[in-house]
C-alpha cells in the first residue's frame, strides 16, 4: 500500500511540477526552439527517472521515520 500511494503521489507531482516548471522556462525565453509538447515529455521523462528512486528508497522511509517518532505518539490534551 504505501508503494502504491508513494508512486501515485509521485507520478502526480511530477506531471504539474514539470508543467510548472515548463510555463516558467516559456515566460522565462528559456526554450530555445523546442516545440512545448516536446518540452513538457522529455521533462517529465527525465523527472519521473530521478523521482521516483528518490521518493522510494531516500525521502519516503525518512518521512515515514520521522511521523512515527514524533507526530503519531503525540495526543492532544485539553486544559
Avoid at 16 to 42: K, Q, V, W
Wanted: no cysteine.
Amino acid at each position: 500500500m504505501i508503494l502504491f500511494l508513494a508512486f501515485f503521489m509521485e507520478s502526480g507531482m511530477v506531471l504539474f511540477m514539470s508543467l510548472y516548471g515548463l510555463g516558467n522556462a516559456y515566460f522565462s525565453d528559456s526554450l530555445i526552439g523546442e516545440s512545448f509538447l516536446e518540452s513538457y515529455f522529455s521533462l517529465v521523462f527525465n523527472n519521473f527517472i530521478f523521482v521516483l528512486p528518490l521518493q522510494l528508497i531516500i525521502v519516503g522511509p525518512i518521512v515515514r521515520y520521522l511521523f512515527v517518532k514524533f507526530v503519531k505518539d503525540k495526543r492532544i490534551t485539553g486544559s
